[in-house]
């Protein structure tokens, strides 16, 4: 059965420090992988995917987030953040057979 | 610019009454989901549907029905309101379907059951 575990509940971090989100997932079979940002009392929404080709995805926003097979990870970056980044994030995780799995959330924090 | 519409917003409710939550998309998406948020427990799928007049169940489906008459409606009812079912709901639809495709996500309806 698939799972995702976000090792992390809350991240609090200084503006402009550089930050990484952790997850980590297990499938036996090959997977696309997603995280998903949740600002303040919106609803989720999509901050970049890896369905194949390069294992590094990156956002419009100036995060990233590296597909590892080997350790099955994907965990996201960010060099420098803003103020503005301070949201829940989720990671997800689907294999072919239409099966989307959620993490249980990241809260990123970042104080000026 | 709509996109998905979730109404309504905030719903207080006595245990044992019922309700109904809609779901509205204007980008003519065939498949529609209700997911739950609960603190540490991410979104767990309640039900989705992937075209007009189909439902299917997902993770967490007992409690609730749905219904799909119109393709860019998808409501959510709940026949006998429990306090376990407090929780922020939300809707998203997609293009594609959810394993490989974008969602899209209502802002939600924040639901209390006394």
């Known amino acids: 059965a698939q799972s995702v575990t976000q090792l992390d509940s809350q991240v609090p971090v200084f503006e402009e420090a550089p930050v990484e989100l952790r997850c980590n997932y297990s499938?036996?079979?090959?997977?696309?992988l997603f995280w998903y940002v949740q600002y303040p009392n919106q609803g989720l929404q999509l901050l970049l995917k890896?369905?194949?080709?390069?294992?590094l995805v990156e956002s419009i926003n100036g995060f990233e987030a590296e597909f590892n097979k080997s350790q099955t990870s994907f965990h996201l970056r960010k060099p420098s953040v803003h103020i503005s980044d301070t949201a829940e994030y989720f990671c997800?995780?689907?294999?072919?057979?239409?099966?989307?799995?959620f993490g249980q959330g990241t809260e990123l924090s970042v104080k000026p | 610019n709509a996109g998905v519409t979730q109404t309504p917003k905030f719903r207080v409710l006595k245990t044992g009454q019922s309700m109904t939550l809609l779901c509205a998309q204007d980008?003519?998406?065939?498949?529609m989901y209700w997911y739950r948020q609960d603190p540490g427990m991410g979104l767990r799928l309640i039900h989705y549907?992937?075209?007009?007049?189909?439902?299917a169940k997902g993770e967490v489906p007992d409690g609730y029905n749905v219904s799909r008459l119109k393709k860019q409606n998808f409501l959510l009812g709940l026949e006998s309101a429990a306090p376990s079912q407090t929780s922020v709901y939300f809707c998203?639809?997609?293009?594609?379907?959810?394993?490989?495709?974008?969602?899209?996500f209502g802002e939600g309806s924040r639901l209390t059951v006394l």
């Open positions: 997800a995780v689907s294999n072919q057979g239409g099966k989307l799995i």
């Open positions: 499938s036996s079979v090959s997977v696309y």
């Open positions: 998203a639809s997609s293009f594609l379907a959810r394993s490989t495709g974008e969602l899209f």
């Open positions: 890896y369905l194949s080709g390069s294992t």
């Open positions: 549907s992937v075209g007009e007049g189909t439902t």
């Open positions: 980008m003519n998406h065939e498949y």
